[in-house]
C-alpha cells in the first residue's frame, strides 16, 4: 500500500512538472512568433527615441496643436495613441500589436489604419495618428491591441527612454491586474483581482500562474514563468539601479518586483498595463484588464 502512495506522489510532481513544460513545448511557434512581436515593439520605440532625445513616444508632446484627439495635455499619452503614434510613423504595423497567443476574442488587428485623414481625427488633414485604433477590449467595438508598456508618468519617466538597462521591463504581452503582494523574509505572495483571469492561459496549462515574454531597454526579451521584472530574485544594488525604496522599506538585498502591480510607497517600480486613460499623475491613468 505505502509503495502505490510513493508511486501516485512521484507521478503528481512529475504531472506539475511537466505539464507547463509540455503545453510551452506544444506552442512553441506562437511563443517565438509573441517574443518576435515583442522584440519589434521595443525595436520600433527605440526607433522613436532615437529621433525625440531618447524618449519613447508621448503624444502629448506631439500632438501641441490638438488636431488629432479632443483630449488635453497629457490626458492623450494613453496606449492607443502610444501605439497609434509608432504606426503612423512606420516604425511597426498595427498586425505586431495582436499577438498570435491572444485569447480574447475582443482584440483584433485594426485593418483599416489610415495615416493621411483619419476620420476619427479632431481635424483629420491635420492629424499625427489615426485615433481608431483602439487599446480598450473593454468596449463595445473591442480593442487593436494585446501588449502592456510601463505607465509613462512619474518617476518611471526614466524609465520610458532608451536607457539600455537589461533589469528595466518595457513591455509584456498583458497579465492579470494582481490587487495585492505581500513579503515576507524574501518570499512574495500575490492575489489576483480576478482568479479567472483570461491572461493566466496565454502560455500555461496551469491557470494559477501568468507566463509571457518581457521586453527589456535593452531590447532583449526573456519569457518568463512568472510576473517579477528580471525573473529571479535580483540584487537590489545591482540589477534595479534605479528603484527608489521609501526609508523603512529597503530589503536586505534582494527585491522580487511585480510588474504588474502598481505598489505602494515604491515610485519607481516596475508597473505595467494596458492604459485607456491617462493624466499628470498617477492617478490620473486607468487600467483595464481581463
Known sequence: MLDVIIIVIVLLVLAVT??????IGKHADVLLRDATQVRGIGQGMTLWADS???????????????ATVPEIDRAKDTTANIMALLVSDRHITTELLVSPAEKNRRVSVYKEYDTEKPEAAVDPARALWDPGLSADFTSETGGNISYAHLIPVGERLEMWSNTYEASEAILSIRGPEISKVSRTEGQVKTWFSNPRSITLRTFSSNKS????NIAYNDNHVDFHNNWYAHDKVTQTGEYFPRLKFPEGKEP?????????HDEEGFPSNHYLGIFTRAGETKEDYKAIWD
Open 52 to 66: 525625440n532625445d531618447g524618449r519613447y513616444p508621448m503624444p502629448s508632446k506631439i500632438d501641441r496643436p490638438d
Open 209 to 212: 500562474w501568468w507566463s509571457g
Open 18 to 23: 511537466l505539464i507547463p513544460t509540455y503545453f
Open 252 to 260: 536586505d538585498s534582494f527585491y522580487h518586483d511585480v510588474i504588474f
